[in-house]
């Protein structure tokens, strides 16, 4: 999309003015444009805040999705919400701040100890919120609280979802939040990811403040009840994986079966979702077999997606939801003879694999300092892939969260792995038309003595 | 020294102006500075030119050196200064710029082939350089120059080494230059590391743009005639290594000798100055025993140091200045039996020195990638070193050179290392009070087919 955005700004010339839906793009990306629109020859940018897709759509336009939003009892959460609200507030108190809106849905799910269903494979609901030192707001549709998350809400002001640019607005403006300690003028903080209109909302720049967002930090590093809800409902997967592995072996080499990439990917699922606290998967699964394993993000169609060849490399990612934790782990199998070459990569990704799960690293080491040594073995022989080694993973939440991750993307430099974070580790070697090969799984970071 | 001038800001409450000589502070770090200075309370920062310490040298201050700047042949050079210049200019006009004004004194050596002797070590002399697309401007004292150097310059202005303030205030002030081709105002370009006065002159930032150096780029990438000098000048520079821990192993083993530091230090110098194109140390050779060698930028005083034990580690850091190279070799060596500790100290040093020496890695791929091959061995042993792994070296100017280095420094990931660098490879391993270790050589990168 922002590949289209900037297209625009070449087409700002002689003075143009741009116009752009303030809610699809961050207040950093709409300085960008701005400057480019500018260098351009345009005049500027601005916010219109009627989206003219809405207006096309009319009343045609489908509704948001209105799911339930459900308590994550504390089995689970391992923290109660007010906790987490406490330690955030320390955080706001000690960047001097006036208070932080929270618009990353994920952030929301995990602040609050809900979650929901509005989006696909991520157990999020539509809100937003706002945190300051005597507040805690939730912007969400009301119906979509019943009863029981009304009572774990209590002490939480609900408000209507499309409140959050009014309220913000008002709250921007009152005095006694924006005088700060030393007489100076506090400011609020947002994610770097938060949209254009929040920041407009608060009044731009002067009222705002764009930061690492402190919940999206506290919500990488898990704690113990959340790091043990990981391990158990990754034995329970790895269960469900061999037992569909096994399957898929008997029938394709001994049952001599003609199974499709998404027959097997639904077989997969029936068998996870036989275990206990399977909620849904975390992401289409990507079963793919031959040339097809050397597409990344393949996604097979029912119906017109190829039959598992057992004479090739068939590869797997895939992973699930469970009220304890949420999984994603790709296996390469192959049914039969690797040619040389898929032998030496599957090698030379497994030694990588391997390298990044026993190293011992000292405290501030980044991803991006850890991820050539997955790398190391591949580049040996010129070889490499071209993707990140690892993202972080959410606690029954987004399979894919920042801000860690390891690769060599610069933003990774940023924030050392820490105890408490959960993230994948997965090299591969692709060959286009030919093969591919990866091989995932989630680490732990520990403290070594 | 920027540690007291911070700590100055702090003194600046109740509305105080904080002083400063410009020609003493970059343009980032005196932005940084009045910003703390506002935030403690502070008025504002103000560059005052007249120098406080030099009105109480008065008289007395001694001279600034003033030794000759002699031609480097283009034999050593391998590219002339015409081609070099003809270069920057491109990069300049990429830029969009009016001109660049060089204030590094390595940049403006290598930039005009010329070497001096102003600064030990160093071999490089007092002065700034202005380039535009119509003129090149070399600011030095001219007594400096020789005939040679003046037929050599021949197509450059001459201007006193003083006159670069007055005459970049008139440049930028000119309607000709500042006027680019899109009718846009164009800038001047400055290193990120030109002092504060500079910018200023310039007519600060609404004039000046301030980049990594293009002159410090291109410097780092050496042609065919620069790398085969330092491979040369390093083949001669080993041979004198040799020789010289051969001589202080069959004084300290066979003949019993006694030895101090600086003893050694001025034998491996009489026998390095015996060599072809030999100019002088590129740095205080670090020649230290036992606990010694633990301190990382170790110098031996003469008459106070130690006595080389030849039952200890004997770590010895040096480089020399030659025609055709600089160079920077770091041996550990033991005359007796090391304990167990530095044998396996040593042998995880040797492994990261060996790892980050063969690694194959893609373009594109910076220093901080590589860095943790070199202390993955440590690591793993719950071991490192606080101190970069590598450093560009100069061909026949500083032995530290940017913009490229091997480390944990995040300014490492914005640089690739590429063919035409050299670049030292120095872990080490350090107990205080006990031993140190390192071993270091250079390494130039080739592209691998």
């Given amino acids: 999309m922002l590949m289209g955005i900037y297209r625009t700004a070449t087409e700002s010339e002689a003075g143009k003015t741009v116009g752009v839906d303030p809610t699809t793009i961050t207040a950093p990306e709409a300085r960008k444009l701005a400057e480019k629109i500018k260098k351009k020859g345009g005049k500027d940018l601005v916010a219109v805040k009627e989206n003219l897709v809405d207006l096309v759509w009319g009343k045609e336009k489908p509704a948001r999705p209105n799911e339930q939003a459900k308590v994550l009892s504390n089995e689970y959460a391992g923290k109660s919400y007010q906790d987490k609200i406490a330690e955030l507030r320390k955080e706001i108190d000690k960047k001097g701040s006036a208070g932080l809106v929270v618009s990353m849905l994920d952030e929301i799910a995990w602040l609050f100890n809900l979650r929901g269903n509005d989006i696909p494979y991520n157990p999020v609901f539509f809100s937003y919120a706002t945190v300051t030192a005597s507040t805690v707001t939730l912007y969400i549709d009301e119906s979509k609280l019943n009863s029981q998350a009304r009572a774990h809400l209590a002490g939480v002001t609900i408000r209507p979802y499309d409140a959050i640019f009014s309220d913000i607005e008002a709250l921007a403006r009152s005095e006694a939040t924006t005088e ?3 007489g100076k003028k506090q400011k609020y903080l947002i994610s770097t990811k938060a949209s254009w209109a ?21 919500k990488a590093v898990k704690n113990e009840t959340e790091l043990k809800g990981m391990r158990n409902c990754h034995i329970r997967d790895g269960a469900a994986l061999i037992e569909f592995f096994a399957w898929l072996e008997d029938e394709l080499v001994n049952k001599s079966a003609r199974i499709d990439e998404v027959e097997a990917a639904d077989k997969l699922e029936t068998i996870r979702s036989k275990h206990e606290h399977f909620v849904g998967l975390s992401f289409d ?7 097809n394993a050397a597409v990344i993000h393949y996604k097979p169609e029912r119906g017109q997606c190829s039959t598992i060849d057992p004479a090739a490399i068939y590869l797997c990612d895939s992973g699930a939801q469970y009220f304890d934790g949420t999984t994603d782990t790709t296996r390469t199998l192959h049914f039969g003879s690797p040619t040389e070459m898929e032998r030496k990569a599957y090698t ?36 490499d892939y071209r993707h990140g080694t690892g993202h972080g993973v959410g606690s029954y939440l987004n399979v894919h969260e920042g801000p860690i991750g390891i690769g060599t993307r610069v933003q990774y430099s940023e924030v050392p792995l820490a105890v408490g974070n959960v993230i994948s580790n997965e090299p591969g070697y692709y060959e286009d038309g030919g093969f591919g090969i990866r091989i995932e799984s989630e680490s732990a970071p520990k403290v070594y003595l």
Same sequence: chains 1, 2.
């Avoid at 608060?202 to 967002?213: A, D, I, Q, W």
């Avoid at 497994?350 to 405290?363: E, M, N, T």
């Fill in 285 to 291: 699964t990507i079963s793919s077999t031959g040339p």
């Fill in 348 to 383: 030379l990704v497994l030694k990588g694999h391997i390298a990044l799960d026993v190293v011992r690293f000292p405290k501030g080491t980044s991803g991006f300092a850890l991820d050539t040594l997955a790398r190391q073995f591949l580049w040996q022989e010129g070889l």
């Fill in 198 to 218: 929040l920041s407009q909302a608060l009044g731009g720049e002067k009222n705002v403040e764009e930061v690492r967002s402190p919940v999206g930090d506290a």
């Fill in 180 to 182: 700060g300690k030393e």
